[in-house]
């Protein structure tokens, strides 16, 4: 976000409606605080528009620019960041710009130039001031003493106690219901209680905020008791899920250990095959070497030829 330079804005016809015109702001130490301004275009024309600030780095504007379409409108938020401590008497001095201009057909936000609020141009460029107000929150009121008592307490009087508080005639704080009960009935005063039933009684909602420092937040019964249904039924759920997982875990050892039993099964059976073909192969070896001629054949052709020798010689 830019640092604001403080001009006067031209005075011609506005092309956005801004409100509001003030941002205030809840004001409590060490805590965020956010204000939500809406802008409207009322012409047929797109509008851009640019926030700026005095102080960038004490205030988060998100989105600092954007496109409007004509007859639309359009919001952003400005967040206060978290102060160590509270200005005097909760007075800021910062203001918030808002530029304004007439954007091409179809503008997007991606299409947003600096040079489109640059008032060199010679384009009209609309501007509007925004104050911030700080206001104390409605819990937690500042306590600056008035005739001795503290703001805080004197809320908690009584509307004629309060006239005789601001007179200086009677500074005390009104005495508990019960102690005037205790004290009718120590003189003896006959005590009247009252008749009429008690009507409309409202109870808080579901969530009562407590007006302490710790932040406490009081939840009824019943939102209690939802949320513990709530937590139950998450749980079974969970153990449901740890039980589906668990019969799937077991399925899949199942299934790894008749795979391994497969796997030796087969590796078995590869050594047998091999055993078997060695076997093969010597007999067929065997047999090759018992093919050719027998050795009585031999004989017996050696001595025909030997006869048929002496024969033929003789």
């Not at 200005?87 to 710009?97: H, R, S, V, Y």
């Not at 009209?124 to 500042?142: D, F, I, R």
């Not at 796997?263 to 073909?277: F, M, V």
């Not at 027998?294 to 033929?312: E, N, R």
């Amino acid at each position: 976000m830019e640092q604001l330079d403080i001009q006067n804005p031209g005075a011609k016809k506005p092309l956005l409606e801004i409100q509001p015109r003030e941002l205030k702001f809840t004001f409590e130490v060490k805590k965020q605080s956010s204000c939500a301004v809406h802008l409207t275009n009322a012409s047929d024309q797109y509008v851009a528009f640019k926030v700026k600030t005095t102080s960038p780095k004490k205030y988060c504007v998100r989105p600092n620019i954007g496109v409007i379409k004509p007859k639309s409108t359009y919001d952003f938020t400005v967040t206060m960041q978290a102060q160590k401590s509270a200005p005097t008497d909760l007075q800021c001095k910062d203001k918030f710009l808002i530029q304004s201009t007439i954007a091409p057909f179809g503008s997007t936000e991606e299409a947003i130039t600096p040079d489109m609020f640059a008032k060199d141009s010679g384009k009209y460029v609309e501007e509007c001031k925004l104050k911030v107000l700080l206001t104390s929150p409605s819990h937690s009121p500042v306590l600056s003493p008035v005739n001795g008592v503290p703001k805080l307490e004197q809320a908690c009087l009584s509307k004629p106690e309060e006239e005789k508080l601001s007179t200086g005639v009677e500074n005390r704080f009104p005495r508990p219901a019960m102690s005037l009960f205790n004290e009718k009935v120590a003189r003896g005063t006959e005590v009247s209680t009252p008749t009429k039933p008690v009507e409309n009684v409202q109870f808080p909602g579901n969530h009562v905020k407590l007006n302490s420092d710790d932040g406490v937040v009081a939840r009824p019964l019943y939102d209690v008791e939802e949320t513990r249904k709530i937590l139950l039924r998450e749980i079974e759920e969970l153990k449901s899920k740890l039980k589906t997982l668990d019969s799937e875990l077991i399925q899949a050892n199942s299934n790894i250990k008749k795979v391994a039993e497969e796997k030796t099964g087969a590796i078995q059976e590869n050594e047998t095959l091999k055993k078997e073909l060695v076997t093969m192969r010597r007999k067929v070896g065997a047999r090759s070497i018992e093919r050719g001629f027998p050795p009585l054949f031999v004989c017996m052709v050696a001595i025909i030829s030997l006869t048929l020798g002496f024969l033929l010689h003789g």
